[in-house]
């Protein structure tokens, strides 16, 4: 695969990931929307599949990793580290324009994130940070951390084992399993922080966040940001060298 196919390849693949993601975040969260308060299971749901999504477009140009720390453990597994910057640099870029279409998607929701007197409402503005990023439950960054970093071991392992089985690859379904981990994880290891589990879904769209003309739009709160950055990459890590010494 070229740079270049890697590079859009992911870019396209991430962006749809953080479509779906955000996408089911703002409708799960913004007034006016059809869908608001359905739930942490919708959430978990769209999420995974908007992995699948991403997953099943990008595979063709870049083999679909779309998360820098399932692009870790490939590289430490492999060996193979002249390429992992285009798959950063594409996941990145990715996450932001995905954010961006996410944003675009829901606009006038987002608009109306706005309370004025007299017109018949009962609640306030909503913050809207976690639509794009993950928000602890509580704020202990070294348990924030620990929860990241088992979380991403929980899906990189796991995708890294999903090679040896020939049959996954020959049929297609990785892409499908995947998606289906995804969810697994978030409703049995996303309650503490939201599950970042991959540092471009969160830096991407945090960035997107803090330059967006949202209404009441909240603080982008980069004082955690470095929490589902640095575990997903440590998670990655861990992951990668695990699967070298048991596989």
Known sequence: MSNGHIFVGEVIGTAILILFGAGVCAAVTLRHSKARASGWIVIAFGWGFGVLAGAY?????????????????????TGKWGKVWVYLLGQL??????????YLAYLAQFQANVREEGDGETDGPVATLGIF?????????????ITEIIATMALVLPVLAFGLTKGLGESGTT???????????????????????????????????????????????????????????????????????AF
């Open 57 to 77: 477009t990008a595979a063709p140009l870049s083999g679909g990793q779309l998360n820098p720390a399932v692009t870790l453990g490939i590289a430490i597994d």
């Open 93 to 102: 870029v990715g996450a932001m324009l995905g954010a961006v279409l996410a």
């Open 133 to 145: 990023s993950t928000i602890p439950e509580i704020r202990n960054p070294v348990a924030n951390l």
């Open 175 to 245: 892409a499908l399993i995947v998606s289906l981990l995804v969810v697994g994880i978030g409703l049995s290891l996303g309650g503490p922080t939201g599950y970042a589990i991959n540092p471009a879904r969160d830096l991407g769209p945090r960035i997107v966040h803090t330059f967006l003309p949202i209404p009441h739009k909240g603080t982008s709160d980069w004082g955690y940001a470095w929490v589902p950055v640095a575990g997903p990459l440590i998670g990655g890590t861990l992951a990668g060298l695990l699967y070298n010494a």
